[in-house]
């Protein structure tokens, strides 16, 4: 690796003022989710928090190269028995609402998610096809396909679960997007 720095690295790493953004849109982005999380708390129809309202808010820096900040609510347990909702915001990219569904679960699930297919064709979603339920980036053919071409067979197939919405990061009206998609995808399983 070249370690000298090119003119354009060195004004970036001294221009305090773009740290001092950075800094503030990321206190913001995770205000953004804690707000989220309170308002997931408190709707008393999302299943996966009928038991556990424990949210847990993570960050990181290196998502194939840039920030990202992640909601999982309720914090996720073992792999088997995953119902989750996790919302990542990644810098550069764009906002995800999954649910997942360990293995577990999906079987509880597994016969309502059929009775709603309709509900997963007639929505803006993706559904992950591999046994890689931290695989985000929902354009990737090898890991998703689009909810309209979601089947009852697909469904029986599946050892896994995730269901994905995508949103802008130029969201107007961000936390109410964030909100109503959440309630669509708590939908499917109700």
Known sequence: MNTKFNSQELLMIQDKIWFEHKASASAKTVALLEELGSL???NSRLICLEQEASIKITKGE????????????PGLKAAPDILS?????????????????????????????????????SGDFYMGIAENLWQHEVYDEAYYIEGKRVS???????????????????????????????????????
Do not use: H
């Not at 290196?62 to 999982?72: A, E, H, M, Q």
């Not at 990542?88 to 998610?113: A, D, S």
């Open 62 to 73: 290196n998502l194939k190269g840039f920030p990202y900040f992640v909601l999982d609510a």
């Open 40 to 42: 997931m708390k408190i």
């Open 152 to 190: 009852p067979d697909l469904i029986n197939e599946l050892k896994i679960l995730k269901i994905t919405a995508v949103i802008p990061l130029n969201s107007k009206e961000i936390l109410k997007e964030l909100m109503d998609t959440v309630s669509a995808l708590n939908a499917i399983l109700i």
């Open 85 to 121: 909702f996790r919302i990542i915001i990644w810098w550069c990219n764009y906002i995800t609402v999954n649910l997942i569904l360990g293995e577990e679960q999906l079987n509880i699930y597994r016969k309502k998610l059929i009775e709603n297919i309709g509900l997963i064709k």
